[in-house]
């Protein structure tokens, strides 16, 4: 069914915090959490259980789009549909693993999905599977993501200031090489069961000694090659309104930069297709909308948009399913 995703109301300023924070350092001992929202670690704790426990906010695990070159790919697939099928397909194609996102939409497409895989050739059979027994679908159109300038981890509230946010930022700087592809599944896989897990128990699971596996978890995660962070519903987080738009730019690589680092920004992508740039915006009101085409006009040489849709229920995001009012559903392929 359509949703009241966008109905329910936004969090108490002190979850706005926590989840913030817990985007920011998702490991972070619960006693810097509480400290930099200023509650005491077991209220920050049990805040936490309790969003968790409504499905109001949940972790994320999930290898980084940073890592779709060379050897994973992306595409940006939009489908049109006979009407009253959309929620059908956009609910039944989200049943697949290497779907990342699909959003059901107002304007000239009715739903849009982002695929991961591996190898162009491959891809292109996997959206062919997905729509070509489906008479309910009319319309596709296919674009392949070249970079990304923006992904959902990277998303913030913005309910802490500058300062609160340094405070909890701890990632050392400089070029970290990742573990190798064997440790990251390993590593993958245990944080997807528990973000917090020990560094003593994640030790005990890839059977290497505790400071080893400390430094392979701080690699991980400090060269990106692993993104953990924290969700919440859109509304719930202030966000209640999404927008996808695709645009041009004279230099999609610089652009993407600029418009990525826009707080309202929560995707965006280079891609190869009819536009050059691909991105989902999230706002409070629609109407915030053209103040964003406006900065971006601005500070792009070239910016034009060529593309318009409303998010009126986002299905599947970053690997999870949502309900119709946009909560995490609890069984997630």
Known sequence: ???SSQSLPELPEVDLALVHALQVAPR???SAIGRTIGVDPATAARRWDRLVAERLAWFVVRPSAEQLAPDRDAVVLKLTCRPGTDVRVAEQIAQ???VYSVDLLAGKDDVAIILIGRGLGQMRQAVDTFVGDDPDIVGTRASFIAGVHREDAQWRLGALSPEQVSGLDRRGDGTVTPPDAE???QLTEILIEDPRMSVADIGRRLDRPEPT?????ERALRSRAIRLGCDVVASAGGAGRGVILEAEADDPRTAGDVIGDLPCVVRCAAVVGASNLALVVRFNAL???FEFEGTAAERVPGWRVTDR???VRSVKRQGKLLDDEGRVLLSTP
């Open 183 to 185: 440790v990251l599944a």
């Open 28 to 30: 972070a001992p619960w």
């Open 309 to 311: 849709a409303t998010i």
């Open 1 to 3: 069914m359509y949703a």
């Open 96 to 98: 697949a693993e290497e």
């Open 287 to 289: 109407a915030e909308l």
């Open 213 to 217: 596996a400390r430094r392979l978890l």
